[in-house]
């Protein structure tokens, strides 16, 4: 007789299946191996002890804090530690008890019925400036196809073309000269029916230059300001085109003005809620989200999305990453920009296995090969 130990992120329904466990089987087992790490903050002491108990008579366990069984502090932080199949009990249990564990309820429900994505998909950067962050991302509009077709021999599944620098304290461009920069662009892909290649995604969040990239074969809206504009929501949904939601405190020329947060999961969270929201009352049916990387955000802040990603897979949309060459990687390991590559292929494949399902990336080939390894490796 041999033991072997497995890793936590093998496809356990895949192992299941080879061991000839029944079909209904496979799913109970598979939720018993999916374990969660719930913090819940500002609970109510009562509703924290009967949750306690109630964990407790599944096999499940509740951390808090000493003093809590005799109500020392009105409301308390907690941990819970669950399966997936335990999560799901609780979801049920919870409903019917007071202090607010109704409400919790409906959220063990979301984070049970979460599936970590299988599928990813990888972005290039293209930029048409002259003062983008890293420089081998700009390009010509007379270069424009070469360098497209060389992206998607590369590997590229969607390539994000911007006119305009986000980069901390950039300049601020008109419309007008937003549109010039990306027009000629914007025509060689219609003129070459390039969209029929690759999809095409603008990173931009003025309407003008946005209707004018939708109709020349653009399918995707990178909008940096979370879709602030009802214009540009007005446009997306008119052409069916998907919404890149992301997050960011303040604006490029102030977003790194000492970016602060009470908890930055619940608030880059509930800016979620409402962008979401938003975009669907205006008949947006394809949402991605983006944390936003170094967008208003400390080292501290970003490593804190980063490793707690899948926080975000509640709202059942993809998670987009694009740390590609961040100063975050400078921070952590001194390094010029064109040193960056390792730092960056560290930061999006943890962030592949956190959750996230499309990586932006200035370095397309050698993303495309790293992710073809990560995924043979976690396909066992």
């Not at 939720?31 to 949750?51: D, E, F, P, T, Y």
């Not at 700009?138 to 986000?166: H, L, P, Q, T, W």
């Not at 952590?332 to 990336?361: D, V």
């Amino acid at each position: 007789m041999q033991v072997e130990k497995l890793s936590n992120t093998i496809d356990i329904k895949k192992y299941l299946f080879h061991l000839g466990v029944d079909g209904g089987g496979i799913d109970i087992l598979a939720s018993k191996a999916s374990s969660h790490l719930l913090l819940i903050r500002g609970m109510h002491v009562g509703a924290a002890n009967i949750l306690k108990q109630d964990a407790l008579s599944i096999g499940a366990d509740l951390a808090v804090p000493r003093g809590t069984v005799i109500a020392k502090e009105k409301y308390v932080d907690c941990l819970l530690i669950a399966t997936q199949k335990q999560l799901q009990t609780l979801a049920r249990k919870e409903l019917a008890q007071p202090f607010g564990l109704k409400e919790l309820a409906k959220r063990f429900k979301q984070y049970a019925s979460v599936q970590a994505p299988r599928n990813v998909e990888l972005m290039g950067v293209l930029n048409a400036n002259d003062d983008s962050f890293f420089s081998q991302s700009r390009f010509e509009a007379k270069n424009a196809r070469e360098k497209i077709e060389k992206m998607i021999e590369d590997g590229a599944d969607i390539i994000d073309i911007g006119g305009v620098s986000s980069r901390p304290n950039s300049i601020v461009v008109s419309p007008k000269e937003e549109l010039a920069r990306v027009k000629e662009i914007c025509d060689i892909i219609k003129e070459h029916k390039l969209y029929e290649k690759v999809k095409f995604s603008l990173d931009s969040y003025e309407p003008s230059v946005i209707s004018y990239a939708l109709e020349s074969g653009f399918h995707i809206i990178n909008d940096i300001t979370g879709l602030t504009n009802d214009a540009v929501c007005s446009l997306c949904a008119q052409y069916n085109a998907k919404a890149v939601i992301m997050h960011m405190q303040g604006t490029p020329q102030t977003m790194q003005k000492a970016p602060h947060y009470e908890n930055i999961l619940t608030e880059v969270g509930a800016f979620f809620e409402q962008r979401i929201q938003k975009a669907e009352s205006f008949g947006i049916k394809d949402i991605i989200l983006d944390v936003g990387i170094g967008f208003g955000k400390t080292l501290e802040h970003n490593l804190m999305l980063l490793c707690h990603l899948e926080h975000f897979l509640v709202y059942d949309k993809p998670l987009l990453v694009g740390a590609s060459r961040k100063s975050m990687i400078d921070a952590i390991s001194p390094s010029k920009i064109e040193e960056r590559l390792g730092g960056t292929l560290a930061i999006h494949l943890e962030s592949l296995r956190n959750g996230a399902s499309i990586i932006r990336a200035h370095d397309v080939a050698e993303h495309h090969q790293a992710i073809k390894v990560y995924q043979a490796m976690h396909s066992l």
